[in-house]
């Protein structure tokens, strides 16, 4: 029996294509594929997941690592799934199931645009928020870059810069890009190579524009994936990943667009924003959710102006919002 490694780069109806050294290869999964996950894990350990965990639905996703076996010259059947460096999920209604989109994603390509529209910093710190809680990378993207050039934007330019500085700050990757112009495009080529990204920002900031000025010819992929979102009743989110000839992957996912907090449970909020962790564990009590305790050392440090006092804000704002239990 010859079997091939190969990674699932689309997913649709129970059938899966694997891509390996240049060929797609669309697979079946095979039948106790899914049982024999369970079998897996030790008696002991299956109890302890069952208990704390969420259940997770979906044994193969996109952006898996398989193994197949081919069963025609057109046809593979996938009989075993290297273990995720990381998954993206979100949970399905308000069952203890979580449905995951992906898995072993490196990075959060997060696009915002300089102007036309706005950059909206509340909702950026909620994208850091999701890469934070998912354990990917946050690659921040200023695209649009050319429309700051015009005169009568230096006091919006003066703005943006001081508030990207912020996150550089704290320690994110910022890129200023145009593909307008073109600057920035090298540096986050070279950003992506190797690694499974995900793109994700507002509509309008540029994120097809500048997947498409990376490598042209890339335009129906982009915009297929864009296409399906919704289907049936649950929210069906198709992904699919798009290799660069430059060798690294790129999803667009039309779900991670419109994140919500998912993932984030409320007690986790504190480590989601990276700023904060020289102070935590200093507050008076040990319990301390940094609304509006004494002796709270995260607010004592927003005071001293060590930790930027919009960020904290952001953070505020998502703290009462996040129901107590998901
Ligand atoms: N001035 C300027 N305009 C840009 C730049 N990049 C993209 N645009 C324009 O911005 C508009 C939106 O670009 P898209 O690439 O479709 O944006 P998107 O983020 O993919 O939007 P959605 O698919 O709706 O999420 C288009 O009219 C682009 O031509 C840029 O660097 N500078
Ligand atoms: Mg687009
Ligand atoms: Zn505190």
Same mark, same amino acid.
């Given at each position: 029996m010859v079997f091939i490694e190969g990674v699932v780069i689309r997913h649709s109806k129970g059938l899966y294509d694997v891509q390996t050294d240049g060929q797609v290869v669309p697979c079946r999964l095979r039948g106790n594929l899914k049982k024999e996950f369970v079998r897996h894990e030790s008696a002991n350990i299956r109890r302890i997941r069952q208990a704390k965990r969420k259940r997770v639905s979906d044994p193969v996703v996109v952006g898996d690592r398989v193994r197949f076996e081919r069963v025609t010259e057109e046809e593979g059947i996938i009989v075993e799934v290297f273990p995720r460096r990381s998954q993206f999920a979100r949970p399905v209604a308000e069952g203890r199931e979580e449905h995951v989109i992906m898995a072993n994603l490196d990075q959060m390509v997060i696009v915002f645009a300089a102007a036309e529209p706005r950059p909206d910093l509340w909702r950026l710190d909620r994208f850091i928020v999701v890469a934070e809680a998912s354990a990917l990378e946050a690659l921040i993207v200023l695209n649009k870059m050319d429309l700051m050039d015009d005169p009568s934007r230096e006091h919006e330019r003066a703005e943006i810069h001081q508030a990207f500085h912020v996150l550089e700050r704290i320690g994110y990757r910022v890129l200023y890009t145009s593909t307008a112009d073109g600057r920035g495009l090298d540096e986050l080529r070279a950003a992506l190579v190797g690694k499974i990204s995900v793109f994700c920002g507002p509509s309008g900031v540029g994120k097809?524009?500048? #997947? $498409?000025?990376?490598?042209?010819? #890339? $335009?129906?992929?982009?915009?297929e994936v864009g296409e399906v979102t919704h289907l049936g009743r649950h929210t069906t989110v198709i992904a699919q990943l798009i290799p660069l000839d430059c060798g690294g992957w790129v999803a667009d996912t039309p779900g991670i667009r419109q994140l919500g907090l998912w993932n984030v449970a409320p007690e986790d909020l504190e480590v989601c924003f990276r700023e904060f962790a020289p102070f935590l564990g200093q507050c008076r009590f040990n319990d301390c959710i940094h609304l509006h305790e004494p002796g709270c050392a995260i607010r004592l440090a927003v005071e001293r102006g060590e930790i930027d006092e919009r960020r904290y804000r952001s953070y505020a704002q998502l703290r009462q919002e996040t129901p107590p239990d998901r």
């Open positions: 097809s524009s500048l #997947l $498409n000025a990376l490598q042209p010819g #890339l $335009n129906l992929a982009v915009s």
